[in-house]
C-alpha cells in the first residue's frame, strides 16, 4: 500500500524567508504523481504542485517548488519568500490507481505552517 | 473558470437523523469522489463515481451511501447519524486519463 509521511506537525518560518515542507512516500508503482494542498482555515482544500513520477524537472508554480528526489522517495514544497497569507495546513499527497482506472488521493498527516511577521 | 460546487457549505444535525450533501462537479468531467476529513484528520476517501456508476469504495460506513445522476451531480446520503460523523466532507472531480483532482470547497457537518 501506498503510503505518505509528513514528519513536522507545525513548522514557523519568518515572512519573506523561505521554508521547506518535508515530505517522503513509499510505493510500489513505477508511475505515481506527488501533489501538495494548502488548507487554510477556511477549510477548502486549494491544489498548489503536482510531480510526476517520470517528470525530468522539478515543478515550479510561482513561489512554491517541488524539491523531488525520487532515488530518496521525497517531494519537499519549499516556499519562497513567505508571506502571512501562507498561514495554513499544507498536505502532501499521492495518486493512488483505483481497480477501474480511476484514481483516489492518499494523503500525509499534514504540516501546520505558521508565518510570523 | 467553474470549480466544483458544493452545498450546503455548512450543516447541523442531530443523532439519528439524516444528511444529503450536494456535488456539481467541473463541467465536462466525468468522475466524482468523496472524501471525509475528521477534526484534526487528513482527508479520507469514501467513494467514487464514473459515468454515473460506482467505481470503488473505501472507508465508506454502511449508513452512508452515494450516486451519480444524469448530469453528474452526485449526492452522499447519511443516515442514523453519530457524533463522530461531524467532519469537513470533499467532493472532487476529474477527467478521465487526466492528472488532476479537483476539490470543492467542503460541506461541515456537525452533529449534535
Known amino acids: 500500500a501506498q503510503k505518505i509521511t509528513q514528519t513536522q506537525p507545525g513548522m514557523f518560518v519568518q515572512e519573506k524567508e523561505a521554508v521547506t515542507l518535508d515530505c517522503t512516500y513509499d510505493t510500489s508503482d513505477p508511475s505515481y504523481g506527488l501533489f501538495w494542498y494548502k488548507q487554510p482555515s477556511s477549510g477548502e482544500m486549494i491544489f498548489l504542485i503536482y510531480?510526476?513520477?517520470?517528470?525530468?524537472q522539478n515543478a515550479t508554480e510561482g513561489r512554491y517548488s517541488l524539491n523531488f528526489q525520487k532515488a530518496r522517495k521525497s517531494a519537499n514544497l519549499v516556499i519562497s519568500a513567505s508571506q502571512l497569507g501562507d498561514s495554513a495546513m499544507y498536505f502532501c499527497?499521492?495518486?493512488?490507481?483505483?481497480?477501474?482506472?480511476?484514481?483516489?488521493?492518499?494523503f500525509g498527516a499534514g504540516t501546520r505552517l505558521f508565518v510570523k511577521a | 473558470a467553474a470549480g466544483v460546487i458544493q452545498s450546503p457549505r455548512h450543516l447541523i444535525k442531530e443523532k439519528r437523523e439524516t444528511a444529503t450533501l450536494k456535488c456539481y462537479p467541473i463541467p465536462r468531467h466525468d468522475t466524482v469522489y468523496w472524501y471525509q476529513q475528521g477534526p484534526g484528520q487528513d482527508p479520507q476517501f469514501l467513494i467514487s463515481f464514473y459515468e454515473k456508476m460506482q467505481s470503488d469504495k473505501g472507508s465508506i460506513p454502511d449508513r452512508f451511501s452515494a450516486q451519480q445522476f444524469s448530469d453528474y451531480h452526485s449526492e452522499l446520503n447519511m443516515s442514523s447519524l453519530e457524533l463522530g460523523d461531524s467532519a469537513l466532507y470533499f467532493c472532487?472531480?476529474?477527467?478521465?486519463?487526466?492528472?488532476?483532482?479537483?476539490f470543492g470547497p467542503g460541506t461541515r457537518l456537525t452533529v449534535t
Open positions: 499527497a499521492m495518486r493512488e490507481a483505483l481497480n477501474t482506472g480511476g484514481f483516489k488521493t492518499i
Open positions: 472532487a472531480s476529474s477527467l478521465a486519463g487526466r492528472v488532476g483532482q479537483y
Open positions: 510531480q510526476g513520477s517520470y517528470d525530468q
